[in-house]
């Protein structure tokens, strides 16, 4: 439940980042009537999300035996690898992220692109919302019982909870460290779901000799 909580708050807390500097520069910018679109992309990307769960709901539905555990297996090994390099790749780029947003808003205003700001919204939304999915269902798949989808809310609540504390001015959170403590707890999640994912697909190869 914990590892749930977690992705979902990680996952949520940097969609909403996103979308909170998009906000903010199209409000300095003297631009507020490009906000629904910033909106729009946000509904975009949580429905792509949504569509993409259900997707891989039908999936593994399909599959019994062997070739689910495969299944469960390969996209545990899937998603370990995709945390890893989630958490390397904000590392590196946390620093840059808030200028390289408002230099593609700015770009777009200057060009007179604004739906460009929405594509921009929608993209960052859904690659989020993506993880997202891709995460919760290794995890699901890693620790099965009842109450991760309490735990997927919980993290989500928090998560908007502490973006509008953040943007309103009423709490400073230094973001690196909290996204270099949360990386790090996640990477032994990964390192967790890769050892469950190769344990997984060991036992069916070797099964099968």
Same mark, same amino acid.
């Given at each position: 439940?914990? *590892? @749930?909580?977690?992705?979902?708050?990680?996952?949520?807390?940097?969609?909403?980042? /996103?979308?909170?500097?998009?906000?903010?520069?199209?409000?300095? %910018?003297?631009?507020?009537?490009?906000?629904?679109? #910033?909106?729009?992309?946000?509904?975009?990307? @949580?429905?792509? %999300?949504? $569509?993409?769960?259900?997707?891989?709901?039908?999936?593994?539905?399909?599959f019994h035996g062997r070739t689910? !555990?495969?299944?469960?297996?390969?996209?545990?090994?899937?998603?370990?690898?995709?945390?890893?390099? $989630?958490?390397?790749?904000? +590392?590196?780029?946390?620093?840059?992220?808030?200028? =390289?947003?408002?230099?593609?808003?700015?770009?777009?205003?200057? =060009?007179?692109?604004?739906?460009?700001?929405?594509?921009? #919204?929608? @993209?960052?939304?859904?690659?989020?919302?993506?993880?997202?999915?891709?995460?919760?269902?290794?995890? /699901?798949?890693?620790?099965?019982?009842?109450?991760?989808?309490?735990? !997927?809310?919980?993290?989500?609540? @928090?998560?908007?909870?502490? %973006?509008?504390?953040?943007?309103?001015?009423?709490?400073?959170?230094?973001?690196?460290l909290f996204f270099l403590v949360?990386?790090?707890?996640?990477?032994? +999640? *990964?390192?967790?779901?890769?050892?469950?994912?190769?344990?997984?697909?060991? =036992?069916?190869? +070797?099964? *099968?000799?």
């Amino acid at each position: 439940m914990t *590892a @749930v909580s977690l992705i979902t708050l990680r996952e949520t807390l940097e969609a909403s980042l /996103l979308v909170g500097i998009v906000l903010a520069c199209l409000r300095r %910018s003297g631009e507020g009537q490009y906000t629904v679109l #910033v909106w729009l992309g946000v509904f975009a990307g @949580v429905v792509m %999300s949504l $569509m993409l769960a259900g997707l891989f709901a039908l999936l593994s539905g399909g599959f019994h035996g062997r070739t689910q !555990a495969l299944y469960q297996g390969g996209a545990m090994l899937f998603a370990a690898v995709l945390i890893a390099w $989630m958490v390397v790749w904000m +590392f590196r780029q946390s620093a840059a992220i808030r200028a =390289n947003l408002e230099q593609k808003v700015k770009l777009h205003l200057a =060009n007179e692109h604004p739906l460009g700001i929405f594509f921009l #919204v929608f @993209v960052s939304t859904a690659r989020e919302g993506v993880e997202t999915v891709i995460f919760l269902q290794a995890a /699901l798949m890693h620790a099965e019982g009842e109450g991760h989808v309490l735990a !997927a809310l919980l993290g989500i609540a @928090v998560a908007v909870l502490l %973006s509008y504390v953040l943007f309103a001015g009423m709490l400073r959170l230094p973001l690196r460290l909290f996204f270099l403590v949360t990386g790090a707890v996640l990477c032994l +999640f *990964a390192a967790d779901l890769a050892i469950d994912g190769m344990h997984t697909i060991g =036992n069916i190869l +070797f099964a *099968a000799v």
